[in-house]
Nanobody, 115 residues
Framework: QVQLVESGGGLVQPGGSLRLSCAASGIIFGIYTMGWYRQAPGKQRELVAT???????NYADSVQGRFTISRDNAKDSVYLQMNSLKFEETAVYYC?????????WGQGTQVTVSP
């Protein structure tokens, strides 16, 4: 049974930082491309960042330079360091694992950016 469990969400002020974590089980973590996505109220889910099995990263233009995705294959985990958060980045953040068309999603963690 595949499980992706996100944690680290919460309430943060504009300009603040949060670090999200996603722990995977039930997959050979090291071969999967891992990603973070987010869905704001009333909007479609969008890509935030991905990291391949080889460590290559890709970011949405809107978060480039402020967010950092990383992975620890020894811990079957992927992380998202978010700095300089903006009000409009309030959303549910989801972790995803992809390998050759097989994709798995976590349940999401809420990030609220508010004074």
């Amino acid at each position: 049974q595949v499980q992706l469990v996100e944690s680290g969400g919460g309430l943060v002020q504009p300009g603040g930082s949060l670090r999200l974590s996603c722990a995977a089980s039930g997959i050979i973590f090291g071969i999967y491309t891992m990603g973070w996505y987010r869905q704001a109220p009333g909007k479609q889910r969008e890509l935030v960042a991905t990291i391949t099995s080889g460590g290559r990263t890709n970011y949405a233009d809107s978060v480039q330079g402020r967010f950092t995705i990383s992975r620890d294959n020894a811990k079957d985990s992927v992380y998202l360091q978010m700095n300089s958060l903006k009000f409009e980045e309030t959303a549910v953040y989801y972790c995803k694992a992809d390998y050759r068309g097989n994709g798995y999603w976590g349940q999401g963690t809420q990030v609220t950016v508010s004074p």
